[in-house]
């Protein structure tokens, strides 16, 4: 590791437990149900009442330290995702953010609301629509779960809930691509999980929107042979005919 993460113990775990104590329930790989990937316990559908979707332009992201000081000794696998762990990785900002997203092991979101009890959480339900989480809106189509603050009346984070297969992260865009939780994030030098940034931008491939491309041509030069193949064959899979996989070559 260099000195833009933190040391990792042995297991390579340092805020988590391993997946292997806990009771998770594991999804196959093969099931039409991976996109979810999780059991969650009853949410009642009533649970915000009749209260009214809050202004969908209403965010005031989090810090990442703000978001790591509440998830402070989290037992399951969560880490910074998008531009923010890009600038994690590179230990400085590059650019603003206007939001703040992090990725969750689908079967463990439903310990997280919980620790956020001034929070509301609601699920996108297509263009600029939400709906109050519920068991039905987490089993539909979104991956995602925006935070509002209810005294501040605006959204702190995005949680994205990802597919995984025990301590192992799927891809949720081509589950054949897999890897062990320890090689999918890293540790920034305040200890914060922040994703690696060749998966990042994977991710980022799909609409490589002016944001991406800085967030690209930022990275780039800082990231491994090993990243830039991995990321280079990834996107062959899953973006076919993307601008990225001949400069990752």
């Not at 995602?144 to 959204?155: D, F, G, H, S």
């Not at 995984?164 to 540790?187: A, Q």
């Not at 305040?190 to 800085?214: M, N, Q, S, W």
Request: aromatic share 12%; proline share 8%.
């Amino acid at each position: 590791m260099d000195g833009r993460t933190g040391q990792r113990d042995e297991s390579g775990w340092k805020h988590f437990r391993p997946l292997a104590n806990l009771s998770v329930s594991i999804c196959s790989a093969d099931a039409p149900e991976i996109k979810a990937g999780y059991r969650l316990q009853q949410v009642k559908s009533d649970l915000y009442g009749d209260r009214m979707q809050p202004d969908i332009e209403a965010w005031d992201s989090w810090h990442p330290r703000d978001l790591a000081a509440r998830m402070e000794g989290a037992d399951f696998p969560w880490f910074v995702a998008g531009g923010w762990a890009i600038d994690l990785f590179l230990g400085a900002p590059t650019r603003d953010h206007e939001d703040l997203e992090i990725a969750v092991a689908s079967s463990f979101f439903e310990t997280l609301p919980p620790r956020f009890p001034e929070f509301d959480f609601w699920v996108p339900q297509g263009e600029r629509k939400l709906a109050p989480m519920s068991t039905e809106t987490l089993a539909g189509e979104s991956h995602q779960t925006w935070a509002y603050e209810r005294a501040a009346q605006v959204w702190r984070f995005d949680v994205f809930r990802e597919p995984h297969d025990g301590d192992t992260w799927i891809c949720r865009r081509e589950t054949s691509i897999r890897r062990p939780y320890p090689e999918v994030f890293e540790l920034s030098v305040d200890g914060i999980p922040y994703l690696r940034p060749e998966i990042c931008l994977l991710f980022k491939a799909k609409a490589v929107r002016d944001k991406d491309r800085a967030d690209f041509e930022a990275v780039l030069p800082r990231m491994s042979p090993t990243q830039r193949a991995w990321l280079h064959n990834a996107l062959e899979r899953v973006h076919p005919g993307n601008d990225w996989i001949s400069v990752t070559e």
